[in-house]
């Protein structure tokens, strides 16, 4: 491990070694790492939802190398201490985004456009500060803003809203998507995953 948990990535990784989701549907709720792949990752479409872990020592994704995002929907909460994002190696754009505080299971998290467009609005199961969301509806140059809390109508499944009104809660921070990898608060060291790779922290303002 490089400046992680004990026993973390105990597991060595040849060249060939690799997690491809290439479609489908993922669902995680983890206790410990959601999507450990102790491997580079390739996720070329499908749908991936993961909820946790809440322990700092661990990570909703854990990977070596990178984590490339080509396409599909990618959403992985938990807490904040061990977060990764995809790699910039990606083509698809993504955010990840730390909040300043523990945000209790049942919270709602949504992502809207300038012009009020959804970006998701999501219901984890478990306590998170950290949010991962890889989607191809995020646009190069276009600015988002995080909202927490609030009240959704319509469907939902694993806790995805795919229809229905969202009332805004809290404002918790905004973006703009500059590059395909974009970060959303403040982050002592940054983020990144395999050997060498950053972890944030700290506190939003």
Known sequence: AMGGRP???EFAVSGTDCLHLNGGYVYVEAEGDGIDANSPIDMTGGTVIVNGPTEEMNGALDYLGELKVTGGLLIAVGSAGMAQAPSTSS???SVLMVFPAIQPAGTLVAIEGSNGEDVITFLPTK?????????????KGATYTVYTGGTVTGSETDGLYDSGTYTAGTPATDFTVASVTTTAGSFSGGFGGGPGGRRPGGQRP
């Open 91 to 93: 083509t698809q754009n």
């Open 127 to 139: 306590s998170y500060q950290s949010v991962v969301v890889s989607s191809p509806v995020l646009q």
């Open 7 to 9: 026993g973390q990535n």
